[in-house]
């Protein structure tokens, strides 16, 4: 196997040492946020060895720390408020300011560092020598705030070495990365394809089956936020009588879901589990459910990387038509079933054909862990990020 190439340098005493290329991540969020974007930079840090690369995360947190976790430094900086989904920190700024770093990764979509990026830029402040991008993707909901920024947006995609995209059929449908194809390079996320065998615990102190008390189980995770249609799938549970809904996240809208719940009787049906984060609760609430549903309602829904935990233990999707990669991760009629988003009639539909065919359901399962195997396999991705890797600095 070939090496990275590594950087030489001479000390004091005349004497050669090999030195680790650093990578710093840019981000808005970091660990322990937890995100699909946060699982992205956990996931590359992992993938590259600690022997040859220094790797640190800048970020921003008004709750943690600064900190080394696992090999990786996180400098975690204060923010004043957020806006437009921004963290405004001048902390953040002060940090790039000094930055020395071999390689610098930025996370999108985050304004708010490609403007603290063209200013440094631009007084030769920022010391890097290679610049990776990862799209994570569009920003949307801030139309009117975006309109100031859109030519420093693509001046910015322009400048960059590399983007790094989750999935190849979002690289058409982005304005931007159409433009920078020939930059593009596709390594999507990717998971432990080994089911560990768990007896029946709880979860958050739920015992899910006793809760389903026999029917089958419809299964939701993300954060709670207006996006993710958690409260259209909510809603449809009215009609819905051969299954209950494990919500398993946390967020703003809680207290909504909540109240929803609570008055129109639907205690009984569905049950909000908190945030799910221990491996072995995570690994027995993915095997033991019967469907996967990603109700996502736009295209902040880039990858949707819960799906490939629900198809790595066998279960089919039902997610949404946004020409994303959620729609590379989970194959309509092959994997699972796709419908339009913000559509409850085909939602139910696809719920209620899923639950009275168990030879489909069976079946759309089996192809996606077989999908995952082929495509998502960790150790597949893991090579590639160093091939990546090994190819940038040759």
Not at 201 to 224: E, M, P, Q, S
Not at 314 to 343: A, M, W
Request: contains cysteine; glycine residues 4%.
């Amino acid at each position: 196997m070939q090496h990275f190439k590594q950087i030489v340098v001479q000390t004091k005493e005349n004497s050669w040492i090999l030195k680790k290329i650093k990578i710093t991540h840019i981000a808005r969020y970091a660990y322990p946020h937890i995100g699909g974007i946060e699982a992205v930079i956990n996931q590359i840090n992992e993938c590259l060895s600690d022997e040859e690369f220094e790797k640190e995360v800048i970020c921003c947190s008004n709750t943690d720390k600064s900190s080394v976790e696992n090999g990786v430094k996180y400098i975690r900086c204060r923010y004043l408020f957020n806006f437009a989904a921004n963290s405004i920190s001048p902390c953040l700024f002060f940090k790039m300011m000094f930055l020395k770093t071999d390689i610098i990764h930025f996370h999108m979509p985050v304004i708010q560092n490609v403007v603290i990026w063209f200013i440094l830029f631009h007084l030769g402040l920022l010391k890097y020598k290679k610049m990776i991008i990862t799209y994570h993707g569009a920003i949307v909901g801030y139309d009117k705030y975006m309109k100031p920024f859109e030519r420093l947006y693509k001046y910015f995609y322009k400048k960059a070495d590399i983007i790094h995209v989750l999935s190849p059929n979002i690289i058409e449908s982005d304005e931007i990365l159409s433009l920078n194809r020939q930059k593009c390079i596709v390594i999507p996320y990717g998971v432990n394809t080994a089911n560990n065998e768990n007896k029946n615990i709880l979860i958050n102190t739920y015992d899910i089956n006793k809760f389903a008390n026999g029917k089958k189980k419809l299964l939701c995770v993300g954060r709670f936020v207006n996006w993710k249609g958690f409260f259209i799938i909510i809603e449809i549970m009215k009609y819905i009588d051969d299954a209950v809904l494990l919500i398993a996240g946390n967020g703003e809208e809680f207290e909504n879901y909540k109240k929803y719940i609570n008055d129109n009787g639907l205690q009984n049906k569905i049950l909000l589990l908190g945030n799910v984060i221990n491996n072995k609760e995570k690994d027995y609430l993915f095997s033991n459910i019967d469907i996967f549903i990603l109700p996502s309602i736009r295209k902040s829904e880039s990858f949707g990387i819960v799906q490939l935990e629900a198809m790595k233990h066998s279960k089919p999707v039902i997610n949404t038509n946004l020409g994303t990669g959620v729609n590379y991760v989970s194959i309509d009629k092959e994997t699972g079933l796709t419908v339009e988003p913000k559509n409850p009639e085909q939602l139910k539909n696809a719920i209620n054909k899923l639950l009275k065919d168990d030879n489909l359901r069976l079946t759309l399962g089996e192809n996606a862990q077989k999908r995952v195997n082929e495509v998502f396999n960790i150790n597949t991705i893991k090579e590639k990020y160093n091939s990546l890797m090994k190819d940038f600095f040759s």
